[in-house]
């Protein structure tokens, strides 16, 4: 039998609260300015001892918010298993100290009932990962996409009910355009549970939020927003600038095509890395500091392979 080590959080990792957190709309919750998703990096095909290095690295420098959905993987479920043996082994002592989101939305299972926004379906899927996540309740639960078939009403009154039975303490949004966003906010609070946060992609390349007034409508209504792919899924980095590398996401052709690679991208990055490094800054902490300073932007979402790329990532907060 192979004994873990026992860990134990920085007891310093709240000195800069300050510059650490901001507060998510009008709710009496700060977030972390930088976020760790789950996405990738912490499925059943990862290395475990990987996924503790990084959210020991995260926690004990203040990233209390873990971002995770029913389907993150692969397989489907796995994001939400490694973090149930996480909280197994490091973070049950601390639990009160994170803020845990998970979501519900793609398809999950087989048949009609695994898939979109219908009552049965998120109350199902919230059931499936409480228990691969080992915990009794998650922090916020979100709609993950709008289903264009359900009412409206229904997926919104069953996330009315999750809240009002314990088992998420806020709800947010994610990938609803603002005309339905702007029903769904008018229906949470006249049922007593105002939407947290919402949650889209956005970075130098994607402006949609910003030019939609999405991003606007949040901060004029007391919502937060969070911004997950602010680095365009590794295109605002330096890693693409000499071509597509074997071992990354974009020679796998998944989420990330090799036809997003122009060579008008190309020159933008590189000027980006140009103007980034005349103020002291990488590729990656330019971009990520560009979608900190938007007007109503909370926290920004960052996946990490490693440690090391995570801290390279947080240093934009102090840039």
């Known amino acids: 039998m192979i004994l873990k080590n026992i860990y134990h959080a920085d007891s310093h990792r709240y000195d800069n609260e300050a510059s650490l957190y901001a507060r998510c709309g009008r709710s009496g919750i700060l977030l972390p300015r930088i976020s760790l998703g789950f996405w990738h990096n912490f499925g059943g095909i990862d290395s475990y001892e990987n996924c503790r290095a990084i959210t020991h690295y995260a926690f004990d420098h203040g990233i209390t918010h873990f971002d995770l959905a029913n389907n993150y993987g692969p397989p489907y479920g796995s994001a939400e298993e490694t973090l149930g043996h996480l909280m197994d082994d490091d973070f ?24 979109w926004g219908s009552r049965k379906y998120l109350f199902a899927s919230l059931e499936q990962s409480l228990k691969r996540m080992h915990l009794d309740y998650v922090d916020l639960f979100y709609s993950h996409r709008l289903d264009p078939v359900t009412p409206l009403e229904e997926t919104l009154q069953a996330l009315v009910d999750i809240v009002r039975q314990g088992k998420a303490l806020y709800i947010g949004i994610s990938n609803w355009p603002l005309e339905q966003l702007k029903v769904g906010v008018e229906y949470l609070n006249r049922n007593n549970v105002p939407l947290l946060i919402y949650q889209g992609r956005l970075n130098m390349i994607d402006r949609k939020h910003i030019e939609t007034g ?75 500091r560009w979608v900190l300073k938007q007007d109503g932007v909370t926290s920004v979402l960052v996946g990490a392979s490693s440690a090391e790329q995570l801290k390279q990532n947080i240093r934009c907060i102090d840039l």
């Not at 601390?94 to 999950?108: P, Q």
């Not at 997003?260 to 800054?281: C, D, I, M, S």
């Open 92 to 115: 049950k002592p601390y639990r009160d100290e994170l803020f845990i989101s998970t979501k519900a939305g793609y398809d999950m299972w087989p048949g009609p009932y695994g898939n």
């Open 214 to 288: 999405l991003l606007s409508f949040c901060k004029d209504n007391g919502i937060g927003f969070i911004a997950f792919s602010p680095l365009a899924q590794g295109l605002l980095t330096d890693r693409y600038l000499n071509g597509i590398p074997k071992d990354s996401r974009m020679a796998r052709e998944h989420f990330l095509t090799s036809d997003r690679l122009t060579p008008e991208l190309q020159e933008y990055v590189l000027k980006l890395r140009e103007e980034a490094a005349t103020h002291g800054q990488s590729t990656s902490e330019a971009a990520l």
